[in-house]
C-alpha cells in the first residue's frame, strides 16, 4: 500500500475513531407521556416527551391525535423542541371530534421516528350517593341523596 492510500486509511479511522461520523448515524430516541390514562371531555391533556439527540436543522415535533373506533384524526399540531431536547403541549378534550367514548392514541413523530402512547376518554364520573337509614318500631325508611 502506498504513502497516499496510506494516508487516506489513517485519516477514514481517525475521522471514526472520534466520532465526527456517528451523528449522522445515531439513533434517535423520542419519548412522550401523558399526565393520566383516563380522561373525560372536559379535561385539558397535557404531553411531555423528550428526543434525544435533538435535531440541529431545529425540526419541530408533530404531535396527531387519532381516535381508534371508528379511526380517524382528531387533531394534530407542531410542537418545537428545547434546547436539551424537551417539549410539552396541551390536547383539549372538549374538542368536537372527541366526543366519543374510547381509546385515542397520541403519536410523536420527530425526524423520522414514531413513539405513540393510548389514552382513555370516558364520560363516566364518579358520584357518590349518601344513604341515611332510619329504623323506627313502625318501619325502616332508606332515604337516599
Known sequence: ??????????????????????????TIVVTIETDSDVYDHSSVITVTGNVDPV??????ITIIVERVDPP????????????DGSFSTTINTANPMME???????NAKYVNVDTTIAVELTNSVETYVTCLLYTS???DDLLCV
Open 137 to 139: 318500631d313502625a318501619a
Open 72 to 83: 380517524g384524526i382528531v387533531q394534530f399540531a407542531q410542537v418545537n423542541v428545547n434546547n
Open 55 to 60: 435535531d440541529p436543522n431545529n425540526s419541530p
Open 1 to 26: 500500500m502506498g504513502a497516499p492510500n496510506l494516508s487516506i486509511l489513517i485519516a477514514i479511522l481517525v475521522v471514526v475513531a472520534t466520532g465526527i461520523i456517528s451523528p449522522a448515524f445515531a
Open 100 to 106: 366519543r367514548d374510547g381509546t385515542y392514541l397520541i
